[in-house]
């Protein structure tokens, strides 16, 4: 499928926007800059991420809670079971639903020491499908979940992660966003091994802009997936060469959309690591035209 045939294409196509919450004011305006260019896209909802154990949380719930006072967006705020107890979680979940926010993305989470094996809070939940139950239990949320094309890096095997998704499912999760990919054909695999568990609700392919190549890589690295040779050899020398890195990353990014549009995807998750350009360019070529919000 070319470019000229996704454009073509008159299936209507869902795009949704990952940020995450800023550590300073610089990187507050970053976000607020991103978030106004691509809320014109009226996406299907932006999330809002929890870093690893919990240790974005306020910062978290103040930038949810500024998107749905200003902005025309519907966010879905990160929530993970890592180092808090069931009743800490529970008041956050219950200050999302004061705040007007009614997704949430329920995760397992990563704890706070890098690389320490996830260990349950003697006092919390102790997976996600029981998150997932705590959260619809307070209110009747909108609840999403993670899905991962490469195995998640702490499962035994892919047939693993789809009986946990399976239990996400019952539990009362509405969709899965896939971790970031850059094998579409894997990301095909996970639909269909899904919807032959008969699990029914959409898989959303997690697509990562990659003009810092080398960032990728490590977050790559860190969740298990697969950075392939020729995508390597794309960037190799153009560590100082910022301009060339964006023509390279927009290429690769079509490409994967062209790809996963013609497996027969129309939902799309953009980890937009608070920058615009590269995923207003990406939904533009999906067909979607900016709104007048004036």
């Not at 991962?148 to 892919?158: M, Q």
């Not at 990014?253 to 608070?274: I, P, R």
């Amino acid at each position: 499928m070319s470019l000229k045939d996704v454009v073509s294409d008159d299936r209507p196509i869902k795009a949704s926007f990952e940020f995450f919450p800023p550590k300073t004011a610089e990187m507050e305006e970053q976000l607020w800059r991103a978030v106004k260019r691509l809320e014109p896209l009226a996406p299907a909802f932006v999330s809002v991420t929890y870093g690893a154990g919990g240790s974005t949380r306020d910062r978290t719930h103040a930038t949810v809670k500024r998107i749905v006072e200003e902005t025309s967006l519907r966010p879905a705020a990160h929530l993970t079971c890592v180092a808090a107890t069931r009743s800490e979680i529970d008041d956050v979940v219950r200050g999302y639903w004061q705040a007007g926010v009614r997704h949430v993305v329920a995760l397992r989470g990563d704890m706070p020491e890098a690389g320490a094996s996830y260990a349950a809070h003697p006092q919390g939940y102790a997976s996600t499908p029981e998150l997932i139950e705590g959260i619809r239990a307070i209110a009747p949320f909108i609840v999403s979940v993670s899905c991962y094309p490469e195995r998640h890096p702490d499962s035994p095997s892919l047939e693993h992660d789809i009986a946990l998704l399976k239990r996400k499912v019952e539990a009362g999760a509405s969709r899965a966003i896939g971790q970031f990919c850059f094998d579409s054909d894997a990301v095909a695999r996970l639909r269909d091994a899904a919807a032959k568990a008969a699990i029914s609700v959409p898989i959303i392919p997690g697509l990562m802009p990659s003009t810092n190549f080398k960032g990728v890589a490590r977050m790559a690295a860190r969740c298990g997936a697969s950075i392939p040779a020729w995508l390597s050899q794309l960037y190799d020398g153009l560590d100082n060469d910022l301009e060339s890195r964006r023509i390279v990353a927009s290429a690769v990014l079509a490409e994967q959309v062209q790809e996963l549009h013609a497996h027969g995807f129309d939902q799309f998750h953009f980890y937009t690591l608070n920058q615009a350009d590269l995923t207003y360019a990406t939904c533009r070529i999906l067909g979607l035209v900016p709104k007048d919000l004036s």
